[in-house]
């Protein structure tokens, strides 16, 4: 049974840092590209960042570069996302996924709320 389960998201002062978890199981991971995707209230999905499967290439959204950085332990089959600057606009639910060919998985999601 294939499981994204994403932890560390909670409430933050604009400028706090959150690093973010998604722990897999059920598939190959490191045969996965995996990535970060968030939902703001009222908007659509945004593709957040990805890496490939073995970690040694990235890509952020325009808006989190140089403040986002997504990493992977292929060895605990785990997906980080380390945010740092934290802002009001980055307020959404953040969900890992994994792709490969024509698969596709992924979680529910973590709620991060930037707020003072």
């Known amino acids: 049974q294939v499981q994204l389960v994403e932890s560390g998201g909670g409430l933050v002062q604009p400028g706090d840092s959150l690093r973010l978890s998604c722990a897999a199981s059920?598939?190959?991971?490191?045969?996965?590209?995996m990535g970060w995707t968030r939902q703001a209230p009222g908007k659509g999905l945004e593709w957040v960042a990805g890496?490939?499967?073995?970690?040694?290439?990235?890509g952020y959204t325009d808006s989190v570069k140089g403040r986002f950085t997504i990493s992977r332990d292929n060895n605990k089959n785990t997906l980080y996302l380390q945010m740092n600057s934290l802002k009001p606009e980055d307020t959404a639910v953040y969900s890992c996924?994994?792709?490969?060919?024509?698969?596709?998985?992924w979680g529910q999601g973590t709620q991060v709320t930037v707020s003072s």
């Open positions: 890496i490939n499967s073995n970690g040694d290439s990235t």
């Open positions: 059920g598939f190959t991971f490191n045969y996965y590209t």
């Open positions: 996924n994994a792709a490969r060919l024509w698969l596709d998985y």
